[in-house]
């Protein structure tokens, strides 16, 4: 039988099991209760940081959560937003058109800044490893590339863990990143993508726009059993951010249809199945 955590979902494949007070507690876990962040201390300085922005870059990668991220910066905070999508080449069809209905909706100006990560993609699919830090730091560097040039002091994103114990994060040229989603439940986001011409795509791995997650996901599993999005979906249960339930449906193998097989393979020119 595998060790779980009774706290979050990790499991002993996962990250290593502890036994506190009796009770099985992973590594994670064990350090959150020792340290817990204080929610209200990460909520009031994420209010305070917003009360002084007038402009800003939104994050937007059309996917559910910068949805609600460029929402509640332009409506609830009042900010002077620009929505900016890097396309990495693989964004689906269904984020780009959510992402010009929602700006248009919300009156934002949308700008898309084409990139190309075929190497990013195609090493992490033929190896069996997530694409998705190299693909995360390519994007924040090419916003903040576009922010320093443009003028713009901070960038919003739509992440919902904080940085440790902070909502932000100072980048290189006095840029900031704020996680504006800090600490905000699924529930809540949902609630707030429902007032929006906002249609949720069915897509492998729980992605709402990227289409190399799911076939990345399928080949991870394959490999190694399990997800590799299974600790930072084990965080969003620690900071009750997300149900139990819930989060193990995210973590199972992902499903991905043929078509979009074919059409990463036939993209990057490569054919990962066979191997
Ligand atoms: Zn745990």
């Known amino acids: 039988m595998v060790l779980k955590c009774s706290l979050c979902i990790n499991d002993e494949r996962i990250t290593k099991i502890l036994t506190v007070n009796g ?3 992973c590594k994670e876990c064990k350090a959150f ?6 929610k209200i201390k990460i909520r009031k300085e994420l209010e305070e940081l917003l009360s002084q922005v007038d402009k800003a870059i939104v994050a ?4 559910k959560d910068s949805t609600v991220a460029l929402y509640l910066a332009k409506e609830e905070y009042d900010i002077d937003v620009e929505a900016v999508m890097v396309d990495h080449g693989f964004m689906a069809p269904q984020a780009i058109e ?3 209905k929602v700006s248009e909706y919300l ?4 700008t898309i ?4 990560y075929s190497e ?3 090493d992490a ?14 994007t924040m560097e090419a916003l903040r590339k576009y922010a320093l040039e443009k003028g713009y002091k901070y960038i919003i994103s739509g992440h919902e863990l904080p940085f440790g114990h902070h909502p932000y994060r100072l980048m290189s040229g006095g840029i900031i990143q704020i996680r504006l989603l800090s600490l905000m439940s699924e529930k809540e986001r949902m609630e707030i993508l429902k007032k929006l011409p906002f249609k949720l795509p069915e897509l492998p791995g729980y992605t709402s726009n990227c289409l190399i997650l799911g076939p990345a996901l399928e080949r991870y599993w394959e490999k190694h059993g399990y997800s590799f999005e299974h600790r930072r979906i084990a965080a969003l249960v620690r900071y009750g951010l997300l149900d139990r339930e819930k989060a193990l449906k995210k973590v199972e193998k992902p499903k991905v249809p043929e078509w979009q097989w074919e059409l990463v393979e036939k993209k990057l020119n490569l054919i990962v199945r066979s191997l």
């Open 125 to 138: 699919l033929l190896k069996a490893k997530s694409p998705c830090r190299k693909c995360s730091r390519r």
């Open 98 to 100: 959510n992402a010009k």
């Open 107 to 110: 009156n934002v100006p949308l």
């Open 33 to 38: 209760l020792e340290h817990p962040p204080d």
């Open 60 to 63: 937007y990668s059309g996917g």
């Open 23 to 25: 009770r099985p507690i």
């Open 120 to 122: 990013i993609f195609k």
């Open 113 to 116: 800044i084409r990139e190309d």
